[in-house]
């Protein structure tokens, strides 16, 4: 925008790198009633506030699409609102909630309840996965598109309840109810069921996590869903990687995966964040 130096705003954020759509640029940034109303050069405009974000970053609210809020079933670990009102004070303006609960939202009926629950007590925007089970695959086409629906998430690894989806002919089934990009956590469940001894000996320690879950555990359930996607010709997005196995593989398959990771898989190292904070880790 053109110098708005003669206007008056609320909020004046001066000489921050703005990261905006139309790229990444020093700007200033003018608020008025809560929006932003002018980004530029804001000369001498008057304000009732000033901050000086020189040397910093500014950027707009974002949006994490994988938050585990645990309610209902889990709210001794967090809720709706604090897990929310924790998002918003990050500058975490939008949230996807996962289906991981007790009981797991699988259903219109526990989406419904989701709902009901978040309504007054949500600090930010929120919406919330379906998760996909034998027992509504079919439905999956449907059940993605109702209002205050984010998507689907596939647990093709042991999780709450009845969220799971271990064989190939149900992940097959899933990924062809529907057209929505799905949200998948790729372990493989059999290699798990057989390798979880390891991690419940009476002296097992905390370091034997990634021993049971290990680098193979991931990419064998990584390169199958890689196989039946394409198959189904339905796009994925492959949650919380944690082997650099598993991104040599994604990167051969952009046409139909997108892939996140998460900030302590890039600065834990194992064993020794387990040997430092055993199960906090």
């Known amino acids: 925008m053109a110098n708005q130096s003669g206007e008056a705003f609320d909020l004046v954020v001066k000489g921050g790198v703005c990261v905006t759509p139309n790229g990444i640029a020093e700007a200033d940034i003018g608020?008025?009633?809560g929006r932003v109303a002018a980004l530029g050069d804001l000369g001498s405009a008057k304000?009732?506030?000033v901050v000086d974000a020189r040397g910093l970053?500014?950027?707009?609210?974002?949006m994490d699409t994988q938050v585990h809020f645990r309610e209902p079933g889990f709210e001794h670990k967090e809720n709706l609102e604090t897990g929310t009102k924790a998002a918003a004070l990050g500058g975490v303006t939008a949230v996807f909630d996962m289906p991981n609960t007790n009981p797991g939202t699988i259903h219109p009926s526990e989406l419904g309840d989701k709902l009901a629950r978040a309504e007054g007590r949500a600090w930010c925007d929120i919406a919330f996965y379906i998760g996909a089970a034998a027992e509504n695959a079919e439905k999956l086409?449907?059940?993605?598109?109702?209002?205050g629906c984010?998507?689907?998430k596939i647990f093709m690894g042991s999780s709450t309840g009845n969220l799971l989806v271990a064989d190939d002919d149900t992940l097959t089934q899933v990924l062809r109810s529907g057209i929505r990009r799905v949200a998948v956590h790729c372990e493989?469940?059999?290699r798990l069921r057989k390798r979880r001894p390891l991690a419940e000996a009476e002296d097992a320690h905390p370091r034997l996590h990634p021993v049971w879950r290990d680098e193979e555990t991931a990419l064998r359930a990584t390169t199958r869903l890689m196989k039946l996607a394409q198959e189904a010709h339905?796009?994925?997005h492959v949650l919380h990687v944690s082997t650099a196995e598993e991104m040599v593989l994604l990167r051969d398959h952009r046409d139909i995966a997108t892939v996140e990771v998460t900030p302590q898989h890039l600065t834990l190292e194992a064993p020794d964040c387990y040997d430092r904070l055993g199960t906090l880790a």
């Open 31 to 33: 608020v008025r009633q």
């Open 141 to 147: 086409a449907r059940y993605e598109r109702l209002p």
């Open 234 to 236: 339905r796009r994925v």
């Open 47 to 49: 304000s009732a506030e």
């Open 150 to 152: 984010c998507g689907v």
């Open 188 to 190: 493989d469940d059999y």
């Open 57 to 62: 970053h500014v950027l707009p609210g974002v």
